[in-house]
Structure formats: structure tokens, C-alpha cells
């Protein structure tokens, strides 16, 4: 009889630890479940670096290189660690991992840099203003030569019979602009000129016509040419916001500003050489001299126009 309780009681244990054992398990099992679907609920903005942080109206708008887009953070308790990243990362312009709620600008989650993601950031953000050696033609000759490039640019748009691939995304304002004018800077190259570029930054609003873009900065090439007097002149070419022709530099900062689409403001704006692909506000540099990124970005919105999608597709795969 004892025998026989010693059993049941070994085996009312026995059957206890399983019941754990599978509770556990299954406990186990539900948080992995919530975690992958948490991550499937994320987008993957990439590794990138932030470049400025503002409050507006109790939301913080972060900028990060390349990119033109304002991303944006609300301060609660859940995010404290994530905006404490963030200016971490803005203080030592370092890598941060980047992740947004799909089909919205909001931050959902931060991971720091590797070292590797840091010495990879370091080796291609440069505080060097890096010249080069084959010196073109900086001056047109005149006012029909300007026209002439242009009408060649204008050419190369998506959506244009005569564009060749990648074409120019100049139908999707909502980003990309950095490649836009590297490659508007390289059809003036194959024709024997160079130019400057011009980056404006602020709270940008543009109007497209039909619909208003955001952008916390916007770059596009700024020419010099002869006009009938002699005098040398600079006009942008930026057919995104004037499909016409070339500007002046003022009418298309105003361009940028434009207050029917909400309140606006530059902040600040510099001319750089033409073979600059990205300027932080705080003087740090990119380079593609090889269109590497250029063409995959103009490649990846090729088929896009107007205002959506926004945010723009993920270009973090496009290397430099």
C-alpha cells in the first residue's frame, strides 16, 4: 500500500512538471510569436545618421543624412531611450539603426551602431571637401547654352520618351533630391561643363501644383553662364519644383517655402562644389562619385510620382 502511494504521488509530480514544462513553453512559444510580429510591424528606415532634432508642437522631427524626409518621435516614457540615442548619436554624428511604423513617419524603435556600422559611417562621412583633378568648364558660354542644358535634362525625366535608364525622378518630390542633381551634374559633365549645387535647409514646404511635400533640406544645381551683357549670371536648374527653365537661386528658395502648404522657414543655405552629394547642416560630407547610390535611388523611385508614397521607399540598401 505504501508502494502504491509512493507511486501516485511520484507520478502526481511527474504529471505537475509537465503541466510546468508546457506552460512555460508556451509562454515562451506566445513572447517569441509577439516579438516576431512586433519586428514584422516595424519598417527598417536602415543605419543611418540623425543630423538634426526639433520640437514642433510637443513631436519631435528628426532629420538624418541623405534623406530629405523629417521623421518624427513623441517624447513619452516609453521613448526616452530612443531619443537619448538619437542625440547621442547626433552629438557624435554616429550610426544609429533606425526603425518606423509602416506607411508613417513615426519612429517606432533604435538600436545603436555597431563599431563596424561606426568605422564603415567614418570612413564615407567626411568633414573634407574633396576636389577634383579634371577641371571643366564652370562658365557657359551664354544664356542659349543654359537653355540647351536644361532642355537635356528635362529630357532624361522619367516618364519621358527620350529619358534613358535610370531616368530622373523629378515627378516624385517627395526625396531623392540629392540624386536628382547628380545626375543633372552629370549630363552637364558629358557635355564638357560642371556647376555648383545649392542646399537650402529649414521646415520646407513645396507645392507641386496639385499636392505639398515636406523636406527639412532640398539641393539642386546652381549654374553660371554669360548672359548678353557679359556679366556672369547663376540660375538653378531644378525642374522638380520649375519645369519652365532656370531660376534664380532667391526664386527657388522662395519656391521651397511655400506657406499654402503650412507654416515654413529656412534656416540656412550654402553653395558647395558640384561634386558634393550630400551636405549635413553641420558641414559634413558625402560623395558618389561613382553614381553608385544615384542610380540605385532614381532606379528604386523611377516609377513613382506626386506625393505618395511618404515616406519614400527604404533606399538604405543603395551603398555609396
Given amino acids: 500500500m505504501r508502494i502504491m502511494k509512493k507511486f501516485l504521488l511520484s507520478m502526481m509530480v511527474f504529471v505537475a512538471a509537465l503541466s510546468f514544462n508546457a506552460c512555460k513553453d508556451s509562454g515562451e512559444e506566445q513572447q517569441m510569436s509577439q516579438n516576431e510580429t512586433s519586428s514584422k510591424a516595424f519598417t527598417e528606415l536602415g543605419k543611418t545618421i540623425p543630423v538634426g532634432i526639433e520640437d514642433e508642437n510637443g513631436t519631435l522631427k528628426v532629420s538624418f543624412i541623405v534623406t530629405a524626409q523629417f521623421y518624427t518621435i513623441t517624447p513619452t516614457k516609453e521613448n526616452e531611450k530612443y531619443i537619448s ?80 535608364s535610370p531616368c530622373i525622378t523629378f515627378r516624385y518630390p517627395v526625396d531623392g533630391c540629392y540624386a536628382r542633381a547628380h545626375k543633372m551634374r552629370q549630363i552637364l559633365i558629358n557635355n564638357g561643363y560642371d556647376c555648383e549645387k545649392q542646399f537650402v535647409y529649414g521646415n520646407l514646404k513645396a507645392s507641386t501644383g496639385t499636392c ?32 519652365g527653365g532656370p531660376v534664380t537661386d532667391t526664386a527657388w528658395r522662395n519656391a521651397c517655402i511655400n506657406t499654402s502648404c503650412g507654416s515654413a522657414s529656412v534656416s540656412s543655405y550654402v553653395n558647395t562644389a558640384g561634386n558634393v552629394y550630400y551636405r549635413s547642416p553641420t558641414n ?32 538604405s540598401s543603395c551603398g555609396y
Fill in 212 to 243: 505639398c511635400v515636406a523636406w527639412s533640406y532640398h539641393v539642386a544645381i546652381l549654374v553660371s553662364y554669360i548672359n548678353a551683357s557679359g556679366v556672369i549670371e547663376k540660375r538653378i536648374i531644378d525642374p522638380s519644383l520649375f519645369p
Fill in 284 to 315: 559634413s560630407y558625402l560623395y558618389d562619385n561613382n553614381l553608385v547610390n544615384t542610380n540605385c535611388v532614381l532606379t528604386k523611385f523611377s516609377s513613382l510620382s506626386g506625393c505618395s508614397p511618404s515616406p519614400a521607399p527604404s533606399v
Fill in 85 to 164: 540615442l538619437i542625440r547621442e548619436a547626433l552629438k557624435n554624428e554616429s550610426p544609429i539603426q533606425v526603425f518606423i511604423k509602416p506607411n508613417t513617419h513615426e519612429i517606432a524603435k533604435v538600436e545603436k551602431g555597431s563599431g563596424e556600422d561606426i568605422r564603415y559611417f567614418k570612413s564615407v562621412f567626411t568633414k573634407e571637401a574633396k576636389n577634383e583633378a579634371a577641371k571643366l568648364t564652370t562658365v557657359l558660354p551664354n544664356v542659349a547654352t543654359l537653355n540647351s542644358m536644361f532642355a537635356l535634362i528635362k529630357n532624361q525625366a522619367c516618364g519621358a520618351s527620350t529619358a534613358s
